[in-house]
C-alpha cells in the first residue's frame, strides 16, 4: 500500500510537472536557436528586415525602461517605419535600393534611441 501512494505522488508530481510546460513561442526566438527560422523572411524583403531588427530590438533590447521615460515610443517608432521600408520593396520604383539609402533609413530608426552603441551593418 505504501509502494502504491509513493507512485500516485511521483505520477502527480510529473503530470504538474508536464501540465506546467509550454510550447516555445515563435515571437520570442534567441539568436542561438534555430537562426534559419527567425531570419529568413529578412532574405525576402527589405519590410522584412525591418521587422526582424524591431521585433529583435523590442525582445531584446536591455534598457527600454530609459528610452521611455526619455519618450521613446517603440511602437510608434514601427508604425512610423513599416510603411517607409514597405516602399523600399515597391517593385514600380524607378531606382534600385542602394547601400546609403538604407543605412540612412536604418540609422533614423536607431538614432532614435539614445544609446551610442547601436548601428546596423
Excluded at 20 to 42: H, K, M, V, W
Excluded at 68 to 81: A, F, M, R
Amino acid at each position: 500500500m505504501k509502494r502504491i501512494k509513493i507512485y500516485v505522488a511521483l505520477a502527480a508530481i510529473c503530470a504538474v510537472s508536464l501540465a506546467g510546460c509550454r510550447p516555445e513561442g515563435e515571437d520570442i526566438l534567441s539568436y542561438g536557436y534555430n537562426d534559419a527560422q527567425a531570419f529568413a523572411p529578412a532574405g525576402q524583403s527589405y519590410a522584412a528586415q525591418f521587422e526582424v531588427l524591431w521585433t529583435a530590438m523590442n525582445c531584446n533590447y536591455g534598457i527600454w525602461d530609459y528610452e521611455e521615460e526619455l519618450g521613446v515610443d517603440w511602437d510608434q517608432v514601427h508604425k512610423e517605419y513599416l510603411p517607409k521600408f514597405k516602399a523600399l520593396d515597391d517593385t514600380t520604383r524607378q531606382t534600385r535600393v542602394d547601400d546609403k539609402e538604407l543605412d540612412s533609413l536604418y540609422s533614423e530608426v536607431l538614432n532614435r534611441l539614445h544609446d551610442g552603441h547601436l548601428y546596423v551593418q
